[in-house]
C-alpha cells in the first residue's frame, strides 16, 4: 500500500521532474506570481523592439543545409525529422523565448495571452462581428515562444473529419487524403488512454495525448443529456467525430505537451540542429534565378544573414509567413506595387483567410456545485493531474445540422466547468457592459463553434517595413450562411433542457443580457440571434490557408510537396497551407503537415524510400 506521504512524493516528483521547483511552496509562489504580471503586462504596438538593431553592420551566421523559420508547432516538428540525417546541418530560428513551467499548465493559458509569448496582434475592426471587443476589434493572439501557438493554446488534439482531408486531396493536393495523412497523425502521438479507436491513435510518438481525469457528476451529465438526444459517446478522432466525448488534449501527465516539449527537449543537442532564440527574421534571401538562398535577421541588437545550401523553410505562422514572402517581394502584385515593394513572384499570399468562430454566451446552470476551491486548492490539485489548471476545457461535442449528405459535423460544442467571469474575460477582454457573469459554481459552459466558415478574409501589410504589425481581416459573419449555421446549434444546444438528464439537474439554460440586441428585437427572436452572434462571437485562433497548397498558382501559394509556386527551395510548412479549414481544431493538422513534409523533403534528396 502506498501511504499518503509516499504518493506525495511520487506524484510531486512526477508533477516537478523537468522543472526548476522541487518545493510545492516555490512553485506555487511562481504560479501566483505570473498570474498577477500577466495582469500588469502591456502588450507591444508594433515590432520596434524586437527589430531594433545598434548599427547597421551585417555579421555572418554562418551556412546550414536547412533554414527552418518558426520554432512553433510545425517548426519544432521540421527541425526534429529533418536532423535526424546526420550530415544535413539545420538551423531553426524562433523570434521568442524559452517557454517554461508556468507555460506547461494549460489550465492557466489565457494568461499567456498578456505576456511576452504573444504577438499581440488585433484583427481590424470588423463589419460584422467582434462587436462586444473594443473598437469592434478581436484579439488574435499568436505564439512567440519556443513552441510557437503550441506553447499557449488551449491544448486541444483534434483533427476533424476524414473528409476534410479527402477534400484537400480532391482539391488537387495528390497524397493528402485521410489514408494518406493518418500514418503521419499517428507518426507524433504517444496516446495510451482508454476508449481510444486505437486504430485511430499511435503509441509510439513523442507528443503525449490524454484525456483529464474527470470532474465529478459533470462527464455523466453531458454524456446523459447528449445520449437522450441520439448522440453517442465517441472517441473523436476515430472514424467519425459525431457524438459527445471526452475532449482529447496534447498533455503529459498534468503538463503541457507543446512541440518545444515534445520535439525539441530531448533533441535539441543534436550536435547538427542549432537553434537560436530571440532570433527574428525580417528578410528571405533571394537571388536572380529567384532561388532563396538564406535568411537576414535580428539578434540582441545585431543583424545577422545566414545561408542555405539546400532550402528555405517558412513555418512563421498563417500570419508571419505571409507578412515575410510579401516583405521579401512574393504577394499579390497590386498590394506589393501599393507599397513600393518590389515584386518578384506574383501570388494570392495572405488572401483565402479562414478562422474558426465561436459563440461564447450559452450557459445551462445546474443544481450541481462543481468546484468551489481556492486558488492554492487548485495548485494543489494541478500537481494530482487534476483540474480545473489541467486544463479549462474537458469535454465536446461534433454535430451536424445542416442536412448535407456528407456527414461532416458543421458545429462543436467544447463544454466544460467551471467557468469563472474572470477567465472569460481574459480570453477576451470585452467591454465593460458586455461581461458575462457567470456562477462559477454551477454554470455549464457551452462555447459553439462554426467548423465551415463560408466568410473569408485577408492578410495584408501595413506598410513596406518590419517594424509594423501586418493586417488581419478575417471578415467574419460577412456571409449570412454562417449566421444560420450558428442559429442551427442555438436551437440544438436549446433542446438539452427538454432531456431527461438535464431535467434531473434541475438544469436551465441561460444568456446573459445583450442591451444592444434586447432594445431592438424579441429575445430569442432569429433577429435576436443574429444580432447577438455579430456582438459575442470572437475568434478561437485557427487563421489558416493564408499561403494555401493547391496545383493553380492563381488560388494556392504553395504546390503539394509544399514548394512556393514560381520560386527555388523554397516552402512553407504551417498552417498556412492548410487548403481549408478542418472540422476541428488547428494543432494536430498543423503538426501532421510538418511530419509529412518531413518525409517528403528527405525524399527529393533520396535519404528515404517514400511511396
Ligand atoms: C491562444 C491559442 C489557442 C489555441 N488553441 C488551440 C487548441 O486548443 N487546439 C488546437 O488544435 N489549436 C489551437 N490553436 C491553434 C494552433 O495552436 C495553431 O493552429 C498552430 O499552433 C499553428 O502552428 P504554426 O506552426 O502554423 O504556427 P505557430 O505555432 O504560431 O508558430 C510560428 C512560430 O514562428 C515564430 N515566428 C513568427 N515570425 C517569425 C519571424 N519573423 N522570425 C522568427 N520567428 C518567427 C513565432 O514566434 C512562432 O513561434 C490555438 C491558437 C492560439 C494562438
Ligand atoms: C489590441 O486591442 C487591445 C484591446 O482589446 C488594446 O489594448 C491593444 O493595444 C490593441 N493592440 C493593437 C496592436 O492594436
Ligand atoms: C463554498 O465554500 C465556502 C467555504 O468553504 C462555503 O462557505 C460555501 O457554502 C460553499 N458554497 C457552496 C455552494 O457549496
Ligand atoms: C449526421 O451524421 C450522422 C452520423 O454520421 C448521420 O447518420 C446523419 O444522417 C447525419 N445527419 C444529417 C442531417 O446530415
Ligand atoms: C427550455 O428552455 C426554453 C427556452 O428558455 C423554454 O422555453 C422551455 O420551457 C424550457 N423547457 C424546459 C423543460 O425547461
Ligand atoms: C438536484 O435536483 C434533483 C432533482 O430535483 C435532486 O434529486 C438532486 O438531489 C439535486 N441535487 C443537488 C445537489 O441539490
New binding site residues.
Given amino acids: 500500500m502506498c501511504t499518503t506521504t509516499v504518493c506525495t512524493i511520487l506524484i510531486a516528483f512526477l508533477a516537478f521532474a523537468s522543472s526548476d521547483y522541487t518545493n510545492f511552496n516555490d512553485f506555487s509562489e511562481m504560479v501566483k506570481k505570473s498570474i498577477s504580471e500577466s495582469k500588469r503586462y502591456r502588450l507591444p504596438l508594433d515590432n520596434r523592439k524586437i527589430a531594433y538593431t545598434a548599427d547597421s553592420s551585417t555579421n555572418e551566421f554562418g551556412e546550414f543545409d536547412f533554414i527552418v523559420?518558426?520554432?512553433?508547432?510545425?517548426?519544432a516538428v521540421l527541425a526534429n525529422r529533418l536532423s535526424e540525417i546526420r550530415h544535413w546541418k539545420i538551423l531553426l530560428?524562433?523570434?521568442?523565448g524559452n517557454d517554461n513551467d508556468f507555460s506547461d499548465i494549460v489550465g492557466l493559458?489565457?494568461h499567456?495571452?498578456y505576456s511576452d509569448m504573444?504577438?499581440g496582434y488585433n484583427t481590424t475592426a470588423q463589419k460584422n462581428m467582434c462587436f462586444a471587443m473594443p473598437n469592434n476589434q478581436c484579439i488574435?493572439?499568436?505564439?512567440?515562444?519556443?513552441?510557437?501557438?503550441?506553447?499557449?493554446?488551449?491544448?486541444?488534439?483534434?483533427r476533424g473529419h476524414p473528409e476534410d482531408y479527402n477534400r484537400w486531396e480532391q482539391l488537387g493536393n495528390e497524397g493528402w487524403s485521410f489514408d494518406d495523412v493518418l500514418h503521419y497523425f499517428k507518426k507524433s502521438e504517444n496516446a495510451v488512454f482508454e476508449g481510444r479507436d486505437e486504430g485511430y491513435h499511435g503509441n509510439g510518438g513523442y507528443m503525449h495525448v490524454d484525456v483529464l481525469r474527470p470532474t465529478a457528476g459533470f462527464q455523466s451529465a453531458i454524456f446523459g443529456a447528449f445520449q437522450d438526444l441520439g448522440y453517442s459517446n465517441v472517441d473523436h478522432n476515430g472514424p467519425n467525430p459525431i457524438g459527445v466525448s471526452r475532449m482529447q488534449?496534447?498533455l503529459n501527465y498534468n503538463k503541457r505537451a507543446s512541440?518545444s516539449r515534445a520535439f525539441l527537449d530531448f533533441f535539441e543537442k543534436r550536435p547538427n540542429l542549432d537553434l537560436s532564440l530571440r532570433?527574428?527574421?525580417?528578410a528571405i534571401l533571394i537571388d536572380e534565378s529567384k532561388r532563396a538562398y538564406g535568411v537576414e535577421?535580428i539578434k540582441d541588437g545585431r543583424r545577422y544573414v545566414a545561408r542555405s545550401k539546400k532550402e528555405v523553410i517558412l513555418?512563421?505562422?498563417?500570419?508571419?509567413?505571409p507578412?515575410?514572402l510579401m516583405l521579401s517581394g512574393i504577394g499579390p502584385k497590386q498590394h506589393l506595387g501599393e507599397l513600393g515593394i518590389d515584386v518578384i513572384q506574383d501570388l494570392p499570399v495572405g488572401e483565402h483567410l479562414a478562422d474558426h468562430v465561436y459563440y461564447p454566451a450559452l450557459f445551462y446552470r445546474s443544481n450541481q456545485t462543481f468546484y468551489n476551491q481556492t486558488v492554492d486548492d487548485n495548485i494543489e490539485d494541478y500537481t494530482y493531474n487534476l483540474r480545473p489548471l489541467t486544463s479549462a476545457?474537458e469535454m465536446v461535442s461534433f454535430v451536424n445540422l445542416s442536412g448535407s449528405k456528407v456527414d461532416r459535423p458543421d458545429v462543436e460544442y467544447m463544454i466544460t466547468v467551471p467557468t469563472t467571469t474572470d477567465n472569460l474575460r481574459l480570453l477576451n477582454p470585452m467591454k465593460e457592459e458586455f461581461i458575462m457573469d457567470v456562477d462559477a459554481l454551477h454554470d455549464i459552459w457551452f462555447p459553439l463553434v462554426l467548423l465551415h466558415p463560408k466568410s473569408v478574409g485577408k492578410v495584408t501589410l501595413q506598410s513596406s517595413s518590419?517594424f509594423d504589425f501586418p493586417l488581419i481581416d478575417p471578415n467574419y459573419l460577412s456571409d449570412e450562411a454562417d449566421l444560420q449555421t450558428l442559429y442551427r446549434g442555438v436551437q440544438f444546444i436549446m433542446r438539452l433542457n427538454e432531456t431527461d438528464t438535464f431535467k434531473t439537474y434541475k438544469a436551465t439554460f441561460r444568456h446573459p443580457p445583450v442591451p444592444v440586441c434586447d432594445d431592438n428585437h424579441e429575445r430569442f427572436s432569429k433577429e435576436w440571434w443574429f444580432c447577438s452572434f455579430k456582438t459575442y462571437s470572437v475568434s478561437?485562433?485557427?487563421?489558416?490557408s493564408t499561403t494555401r497548397m493547391g496545383n493553380n498558382p492563381l488560388t494556392s501559394v504553395v504546390n503539394s510537396r509544399l514548394q512556393v509556386h514560381g520560386m527555388k527551395d523554397l516552402r512553407v510548412?504551417?498552417?498556412?497551407v492548410l487548403p481549408e479549414l478542418n472540422s476541428?481544431?488547428?494543432?494536430?493538422?498543423?503538426?501532421m503537415v510538418?511530419e509529412k513534409a518531413g518525409d517528403i523533403i528527405k525524399s527529393a534528396y533520396n535519404e528515404i524510400c517514400f511511396q
Wanted: positive net charge.
Fill in positions: 523559420v518558426g520554432a512553433g508547432s510545425a517548426g530560428l524562433e523570434a521568442g493559458a489565457a499567456l495571452f504573444n504577438w488574435m493572439p499568436r505564439g512567440k515562444a519556443r513552441g510557437g501557438s503550441s506553447t499557449i493554446n488551449l491544448g486541444i488534439y483534434s488534449f496534447s512541440t532570433s527574428f527574421v525580417t535577421f513555418s512563421a505562422g498563417a500570419v508571419n509567413t507578412q515575410l476545457l518590419i478561437i485562433l485557427h487563421p489558416v510548412i504551417d498552417a498556412g476541428g481544431h488547428t494543432n494536430a493538422p498543423t503538426i510538418a
